[in-house]
């Protein structure tokens, strides 16, 4: 479970061990491609896991960071003129501050001049950059123009491994992440009961997370309530009464204040449930089974997505037409994808989280749970039952 120190502004970092096990694994990519500097952005809190990786902090604003083949590390971000970007100690070689926020067009320039500054005293002849689809427009542009020569690659898809695969103190990280959903799980059936509001319930859930260890960024808590647990709301949609015969559909999907995220998916009725329910639980945990047991290295995460499809098609049930898991870890959503695109190659001690739906006869669910990559398959590290809990 997750530890809340008292008086202790920056809690839950990870040790110097591992953040050096990270730059030194980030200065051997750099080396094997010929880079100079890797940049990367963050736009918010919740998909940008990137500069968490490099420098541990999560930003508010628009954050820019640069890694030098040394392994020197700049970070520019909001903050006052000749301020640093955030008061924490975590690294950096640069920590530099710029006066504006992220909606103002006028100095979409500036954080970029900051980084060829940076970039120009070493010199850089091939510079990669991780996450193209994050890094803003204005900010690449202007980049580029002030780097006129130096050769511009996106390493993105190679990176991502790094990202991917977990350590040892990560792996311990998540499974605190895990257990702190499990207890919040636990705790759910004390919080519903027929006549309250979805919105009452849903404002416990951001409680209960904040008081057990969440951080800040609780965008994936989704509550909806009918007889056949249709779909899931946030909290401003959060506002039919529960009744009696209802199923809850929650998703529980936070971070902790380590910055790691576990993703809890589960169903409470509210009363003796329909057949129809019980039917698509049952299935649903008989897909996850399956679809675990087939998370072994070397599979691709595009291959996961066709099995689950073949597993509904050949029960009777519709097809998935989004995905049907993903990685976690610093990103709520981050490679390998469980769709019909991602090439990635499953590798020991990646951190999943398989969630797929089923769907017959009105009723749906789709049941959440974590697993991390072994040689046999997918071990689950959630442990809350899976099974429709009858309040």
Known sequence: MVKIEHNVRFQGRPSKEEMERRWQLAKEFMKERGLDYLVTQANEGVLCQYVRWFAEVRSLHYTYLLFDKDGAMTMISHGGTG??????????????????FNNACYADSFAAEKAVEVIQKKGCRKLGLIGMN???AGFYNNLLEG?????????????DYLVAVKSAEELGFLQDACDLHDAAAYAIP???YAGRMEREFGADLYRLALLMGADEYL???FVGSSRLAGPMFALHYQNKIIEAGDALNVLFEV???VGYYADLHR?????????????????????QDYLAKLCQPGVRGKEVFAACNDWLTRNGFDPEIRLCGHGQGYGLVERPYFDAFDPMVLQENMYL????????????????DNFVVTADGAKRMTKHPRGLTII
């Open 83 to 100: 301020g640093k970007a955030i008061p924490w100690e975590v690294g950096l070689t640069n920590n530099i501050a710029i006066p504006v």
């Open 134 to 136: 994050l890094i803003t």
């Open 147 to 159: 780097l006129p020569g130096t050769e511009t690659v996106d390493v993105t898809d190679e990176f």
């Open 190 to 192: 004390s919080l519903v």
């Open 219 to 221: 965008s994936n808590l």
């Open 255 to 257: 971070p902790t204040m």
């Open 267 to 287: 169903y409470f009725n509210v009363g003796a449930p329909a057949p129809e329910m019980l039917e698509v639980a049952a299935a649903g945990i008989e897909l």
């Open 353 to 368: 989280a398989i969630h797929p739906t089923v769907k017959a006869k009105g009723a749906s669910v789709q049941i959440g």
